[in-house]
């Protein structure tokens, strides 16, 4: 069984949860101990998982990560109104070798995907995103993935899988269950051409960095769509994690990554969470303590909805252009915006009928002045082909 792979969390954690007031994250969380064995999953929303491995980096770690640094900067953090009980499973060591820890991580995450549990994935390197995404197979027929990253990490086409090559494991290897493959934030002169083509020729969505920080709300239906979100927190500016190797001097600030943190934890669809290349400063450590803490305040902000013409919180609007009739709907009580794209896959459609996909008010208003939205674009020839 995969979850005895698990190593139990530090006792110093353990001391350290004692010593906070009792509205603490950490006096109110259930742990893996050595003392106490596994948390059940029974009743859990959300379950912490570290996993240590390294030895796939593309720029090799001096140290290894140090989960117990972040627990202790998220379990001294407050509670909010929340309903979410949490779980902390513990850490994944170095397997034998780094497919023994790859085959690990894929069984307890599917475990947890099994069980309705949302995992977050503290993790050392990116590429721990292949067997997180392996783990859906079975489970989700098509996956839809948003990595908020600098790069696109393809790599090259004889490189082995690294943290900077993962993704062309993904969209290479059978059985493909990626429909489709986002990225938030990335910077133009860490990607070479030929990955931009590549994303253009398989209708993938890239949203450079000054795109995303001039306006945050562009974030919000791309993550809306996603199953998986994979944050590489090289996206972050270097002076925010308090060092410069590896880091870029531009990047999202504190602020921004925390509300995608908290704009994928409000996507109903995203049920795995996964942060990786974030380095043993304690800057470092406390950003990612608040990155979790958004993406959970979002989770209990989650609203189920779907839109129809029947529907009264919805609003229906039919856009002619010149070449196709566009149906968007608008949700009176979150103020969100959908938009039909007839034939796309979609697990919560019959076949041929039309797929709602998440979208901006400002994709409308673009109709309306006769641009057919680039997004819609792109999933309608993906569902075509």
């Not at 429909?179 to 051409?193: D, H, K, R």
């Not at 993550?223 to 994979?230: C, P, Y």
């Amino acid at each position: 069984m995969a979850f005895d792979f698990l190593v139990p969390v530090e006792d110093k954690v353990l001391a350290h949860c004692e010593l906070l007031p009792p509205q603490a994250l950490g006096r109110n969380i259930y742990m893996h101990t050595a003392r106490k064995g596994l948390p059940v999953l029974a009743n859990a929303s959300v379950a912490l998982l570290g996993v240590r491995e390294s030895r796939n980096a593309f720029e090799k770690k001096p140290e290894k990560l140090d989960v117990t640094a972040i627990r202790m900067q998220l379990y001294k953090l407050m509670l909010g109104n929340w309903s979410t009980n949490i779980i902390d499973m513990g850490d994944i060591e170095e397997g034998e070798s780094v497919a023994d820890t790859y085959f690990v991580v894929k069984e307890i995450v599917a475990g947890l995907l099994e069980e309705k549990v949302i995992p977050i994935i503290i993790g050392a390197t990116q590429d721990i995103t292949y067997p997180v995404y392996r783990a859906f197979d079975g489970i989700h027929d098509m996956i839809n993935i948003v990595a908020i990253d600098s790069r696109f990490d393809f790599g090259m086409d004889d490189e082995l899988i690294s943290s900077h090559s993962y993704m062309s494991k993904i969209i290479t290897e059978k059985p493909n269950n990626l429909f489709n493959f986002s990225n938030l934030g990335f910077q133009s002169y860490y990607n070479a051409q030929e990955e931009k083509d590549l994303m253009e020729r398989l209708f993938f969505d890239a949203y450079r960095l000054g795109e995303v920080a001039n306006d945050l709300s562009l974030a919000e239906p791309v993550l809306r769509n996603a199953h998986l979100v994979s944050l590489d927190a090289r996206a972050i500016k270097a002076s925010e994690v308090g060092l410069s190797q590896n880091f870029s001097p531009n990047g999202f600030d504190g602020r921004e990554i925390c509300a995608i943190a908290r704009y994928a934890g409000i996507s109903e669809k995203v049920v795995a969470f996964g942060l990786y290349e974030m380095e043993n400063t304690g800057q470092c450590c406390q950003l990612m303590a608040q990155i979790i803490w958004y993406f959970i305040e979002g989770l209990n902000y989650r609203l189920l909805e779907r839109p129809s013409s029947e529907n009264p919180d919805f609003t229906k609007y039919t856009v002619p252009t010149d070449t196709e009739l566009l149906i968007f709907y608008k949700s009176h009580l979150t103020e969100r915006w959908w938009v039909e794209v007839p034939s796309i896959i979609s697990s919560h459609n019959k076949p041929n009928s039309p797929a709602l996909l998440p979208c901006t008010e400002k994709d409308y208003l673009d109709a309306c002045d006769q641009h057919i939205p680039e997004r819609w674009f792109k999933a309608f020839k993906k569902g075509f082909n």
